[in-house]
């Protein structure tokens, strides 16, 4: 195996035009010089330089090994250049991934602060439920995913073994209800109290949760219409089509015309995470982004 150092001692050699000058100029000793090419001739099997008297030429596979050692060399200290820049954050992407009321709630805080703190990081942002964004993360389609998972939900506690956790808020469900429906001005409404409405559901898992809350509560609910875009479930709502349940972050992100939220007890809340894979855990542009997405969650609080 050829070394890169041996490299450079080849081509300061070829340069100076003998091991007590490339010594001088690498700053080491003429006898390390002579050491290190005769391990890189021992590393190729052939001999690279022919030394008569105090006359040293390069063989034919010598002028070769010079002659790629040049751009073999340049490469690496690009390379070095660009990591080195990634790992000071001068450089670098994150591929995130994100729920929608993630995206426009907790996301442009966080993005925010990332592009002031280090303009040289860039990040892309693709939208996707969970457990779509868990496994896109797992498929190495992303770096970070936001994702949810609903507090006591039916085997949630072991999905994202495999993976860092970074917990950023616990966000409680409100009741949305038409302003003039007869529980518009109440304080907080029991779910079965809302036994006999017509619901409009949101996306697939948050669908599920309703309908497993509702079933503990005694009843099923009658699921008139299911999207999962929240301004459409608000717009349904106000338009005195139903009722629905939504996270209190959901309903940070649209204004709920023709709706009224109302306090949903017992609470009910999801759990807020941001996703990375162990590998990933120790990226600095990785790291930085989980922090300034725990820092835009924590102003949620």
Not at 143 to 151: G, H, M, Q, S, V
Request: neutral net charge; glycine residues 10%; hydrophobic residues 45%.
């Amino acid at each position: 195996m050829i070394e890169a150092r041996h490299l450079r001692v080849l081509r300061t050699v070829a340069t100076t035009g003998s091991f007590s000058a490339a010594g001088r100029e690498l700053g080491c000793t003429q006898p390390a010089v002579s050491q290190q090419m005769k391990a890189l001739e021992a590393s190729v099997g052939t001999p690279l330089i022919v030394r008569s008297g105090r006359e040293m030429r390069l063989t034919q596979a010598g002028e070769a090994l010079v002659r790629h050692a040049t751009g073999i060399l340049a490469g690496l200290t690009a390379a070095e250049e660009e990591v080195a820049a990634i790992a000071g954050l001068r450089a670098g992407r994150v591929r995130l991934v994100s729920f929608p009321s993630g995206s426009s709630t907790l996301v442009p805080t966080a993005l925010a602060a990332l592009r002031a703190a280090h303009p040289g990081t860039r990040v892309s942002l693709e939208e996707a439920e969970p457990p779509q964004s868990v496994e896109m993360l797992r498929q190495g389609d992303c770096d970070i995913a936001l994702a949810f998972r609903y507090e006591g939900a039916a085997g949630g506690g072991d999905e994202w073994d495999d993976l860092v956790v970074r917990p950023l808020l616990r966000d409680r469900l409100v009741a949305l209800v038409p302003e003039r429906h007869r529980l518009a001005a109440a304080g907080s409404v029991a779910i079965g109290e809302l036994a006999g409405e017509p619901w409009i559901a949101g996306c697939p898992r948050c669908r599920g949760q309703l309908v497993e809350v509702c079933e503990g509560a005694g009843f099923t609910p009658r699921i008139d219409f299911a999207t999962d875009d929240y301004p459409a479930v608000v717009g349904l709502v106000g338009a005195g089509l139903g009722v629905a349940v939504l996270p209190q972050l959901a309903i940070e992100s649209v204004r709920p015309r023709g709706a009224r939220t109302v306090t949903l007890e017992p609470a009910v809340r999801r759990e807020i995470v941001a996703l990375t894979l162990p590998d990933l855990a120790q990226v600095p542009a990785v790291v930085a982004t989980l922090d300034r997405l725990g820092d835009a969650a924590g102003r949620k609080q």
